[in-house]
């Protein structure tokens, strides 16, 4: 039964897309598919990073290729995914719709302009990446696996991260409806979401102590590392998750469940 399982984990013969590849739980990703056997195109806005993240892992033995790509925009998806095709011979099995953006604004002082930036990142630059691989999929007559990276602040609420936190409820609403609709074409979509990770863009913070505190308020009394998302990561793209869609599966600590 353990192999079987560890056999089902395996992503040999896979091509795994990841938005936002260049640094942070996308390059973490990155290393996980990549060495479950996947091979893998990196995406996202800056190309120098994502070409280094690039030969890291081909060093390893583990195929990448690379293009810049802006989710915000309809034609520069389509034309990134055309390249990635061409040069990878096919098209992706799995995708992860990782790229995100925030800040900490409260919700009275925000410019309007800045909130359309999150959201059409975090949400609509998901949907454009999903539609435009299921499209592909669809017309190869194969499926496959698309997570989207959303966060428990997509279904309980906090201070100055109206946006980001409304931007990641869609996306979870949004996991479902095209789980819905696209389940007949064998396309599972599912969604990650994850509490608070230590990284370091937020480790500063969390020495803080203000940082100590919420923690204190997680159940477990202690921050996720990037590898505690490892293994839902990999059910929800291989074959060991095959009766999964819609799903969102919460990484927390049990922040979920704590009381109010």
């Given at each position: ?14 091509v ?10 996308g390059?973490?990703?990155?290393q ?5 056997g996947a091979?893998?195109?990196?995406t996202?806005?800056r190309?120098?990073?994502l ?11 583990i195929r990448a290729?690379?293009?810049d790509m802006?989710i ?8 990134a995914?055309e390249?990635l ?13 990782n ?20 959201v059409?990142?975090?949400l ?7 539609r435009?691989v299921?499209s ?6 194969r499926?496959g ?14 201070g100055?991260?109206?946006a ?15 789980a819905?609709?696209w389940?007949?074409?064998g ?14 863009l937020n480790?500063?913070?969390f020495q803080?102590?203000q940082?100590?505190?919420l923690?204190?308020?997680?159940p477990?009394r202690?921050?996720?590392t990037?590898?505690t998302?490892d ?13 999964m869609?819609?799903s969102?599966?919460t ?9 109010l």
């Open positions: 039964m353990t192999a079987d399982i560890e056999t089902r984990l395996r992503l040999e013969g896979q795994a897309l990841i938005t936002g590849a260049a640094s942070g739980l390059a973490h990703f990155s996980v598919l990549g060495s479950a091979s893998l195109m990196l996202g806005r190309r120098a990073p070409e280094a993240r690039a030969e890291e892992l081909r060093h390893q033995g290729w690379v293009c802006d915000r925009d309809d034609e520069d998806v389509q034309r995914l390249t095709i061409a040069e990878a011979g096919q098209g992706p099995d799995i995708v992860i719709n790229a995100g953006i925030t800040d900490t604004t409260s919700a009275m002082s925000r410019d309007m302009n800045a909130w359309d930036d999150i059409d990142t975090n609509n630059g998901a949907m454009r990446v999903s435009a299921a592909d999929m669809q017309a190869q007559g499926g696996a698309i997570v989207n990276v959303a966060s428990i602040l997509g279904l309980r609420s906090a100055h991260v109206a980001y936190s409304a931007s990641k409820a869609g996306l979870i609403q949004l996991t479902k409806n095209l819905l609709e389940a007949r074409y396309i599972r979509v599912n969604a990650l979401a994850p509490g608070y990770i230590d990284t370091p480790h500063d913070f803080s102590e940082g100590q505190k923690i204190r308020r997680i477990q202690r921050l996720g990037p590898d998302l293994g839902p990561l990999l059910l929800l793209c291989s074959d060991a998750g095959s009766y869609t819609g969102v599966l990484v927390d600590g049990g922040h979920m469940v704590s009381s």
